[in-house]
Nanobody, 122 residues
Framework: QVQLVESGGGLVQAGGSLRLSCAASGRTLSGYAMGWFRQAPGKEREFVAGINWSYGGTYYVDTVKGRFTISRDIAKNTVYLQMNSLKPEDTAVYYC???????????????WGQGTQVTVSS
């Protein structure tokens, strides 16, 4: 089993930056994929970015390409989401997720964190 804890959310003005962290415990993440999802009030959960832990390959939803960067620190079992040029439409609860296998854009992940709020003001 994998436990995930997100941190780093907060309030930021449009154009600003935040870095989210997701600390994983319980086991090493080799053979896993990590994803960041977000959910705005009244909306479905949306895939934002993913990374294959062992390969390091990254994937992004089109709306965040060039602005967000997902990365991982293997030694710390931690995945990050660097968010730059934030827009009000980025406002959501951001969730870290893990699954056995490779990155998928659906919510077919095995483990989920509790989420961290990101609010972007205009």
């Amino acid at each position: 089993q994998v436990q995930l804890v997100e941190s780093g959310g907060g309030l930021v003005q449009a154009g600003g930056s935040l870095r989210l962290s997701c600390a994983a415990s319980g086991r090493t993440l080799s053979g896993y994929a990590m994803g960041w999802f977000r959910q705005a009030p009244g909306k479905e959960r949306e895939f934002v970015a993913g990374i294959n832990w062992s390969y390091g390959g990254t994937y992004y939803v089109d709306t965040v390409k060039g602005r967000f960067t997902i990365s991982r620190d293997i030694a710390k079992n931690t995945v990050y989401l660097q968010m730059n040029s934030l827009k009000p439409e980025d406002t959501a609860v951001y969730y870290c997720a893990a699954r056995r296998g490779t990155v998928v854009v659906s919510a077919a992940y095995d483990y989920w964190g509790q989420g961290t709020q990101v609010t972007v003001s205009s």
